[in-house]
């Protein structure tokens, strides 16, 4: 069973063999018996790739749960004796990896030696059920979906320009002054949210520049393109700190809501201290 489920993740025997260590005949071999033995076709097999037959699929599903938790009893059982081991794959974006978990790792590597990581530092949204990561860090709102979600922080953000740019084009005094500046958006923003002592303002802003990546908003705003809307530990960890002034500091936006995203509630010990460490570590700077 266990086998089969490596097979039905990689979509490849080849691919799942490298990973169990084993010879690709021998791990063929195995899954044919369980066909066999189970008296139904669970792969259709091809030259390029391999696809689950319908039985396959409700087989998969089953079959997949079991076999985690029969992993994970083995490691909660030796997690008696022993510090948490082994790879953790982590997906997360290239704003937070650098910011945030670059200051958490030291200290949590000191406190787990044995534990080795693989880091992907992608906007994409990892497939958890199909990919081997066993968690991924996302930040803002989440699309609707099966994953188990646990909300580990909520970062601040308020506005920056360099005083470059201030100089130019004046200072905001009030946040509707924000409509004729030029604002740092990311794809499809018309729209900021301003907050101050439970006043609410919605503002219509617009700008040159539209990108997905915050710190390259960063690095415009610092070059005096237009106004940021950032993390104030972000700013502070990086050289723009130098050249960037709070904007409108009475108000601050909305913080951000930050998610560790798992395919299961039943975690091994290396990624169940993961995420407690890193909530832990981020309550403790936003306090």
């Not at 266990?2 to 080849?14: G, P």
Request: proline fraction near 6%.
């Amino acid at each position: 069973m266990s086998l089969f489920v490596e097979v039905a993740r990689a979509r490849s025997f080849r691919r799942a063999a490298e990973a169990l260590g084993m010879p690709s005949s021998t791990l063929s071999r195995r899954v044919l018996a369980l066909e066999r033995a189970i008296g139904l076709r669970l792969l259709h097999r091809t030259t390029r790739r391999i696809e689950l037959t319908e039985a396959g699929q409700i087989y998969f599903e089953r079959s997949r749960r079991i076999v985690e938790e029969a992993r994970l009893a083995h490691e909660q059982l030796g997690d008696l004796v022993s510090q948490p081991r082994g790879v953790l794959r982590v997906s997360l974006p290239v704003d937070f990896a650098t910011v945030f978990l670059a200051r958490c790792l030291p200290a949590f590597c000191r406190r787990y030696p044995e534990i080795e990581f693989e880091l992907d530092l992608t906007p994409r949204r990892v497939d958890l059920v199909a990919e081997p990561f066993d968690v991924a860090i996302r930040m803002g709102e989440l699309p609707d979906s099966h994953l188990v979600s646990r909300k580990i922080a909520e970062v601040p953000r308020h506005l920056y320009a360099s005083p470059q740019y201030l100089d130019v084009h004046g200072e905001p005094r009030e946040p509707g002054d924000l409509s004729s500046h030029a604002c740092m958006l990311f794809p499809n923003e018309t729209r900021w949210t301003l907050l101050r002592d439970g006043v609410r303002r919605e503002i219509p802003v617009a700008g040159r520049f539209r990108l997905n990546n915050v710190g390259m908003m960063q690095r415009l705003a610092a070059e005096g393109l237009g106004i940021a809307m950032l993390a104030q530990e972000a700013v502070q960890a990086a050289s723009a700190a130098q050249h960037l002034r709070r904007v409108l500091p009475d108000w601050q936006a909305p913080p951000i809501a930050v998610h560790a995203l798992t395919e299961t509630r039943l975690l091994p010990a290396k990624t169940q201290h993961f995420i407690e460490y890193l909530k832990k570590h981020l309550s403790q700077r936003a306090a």
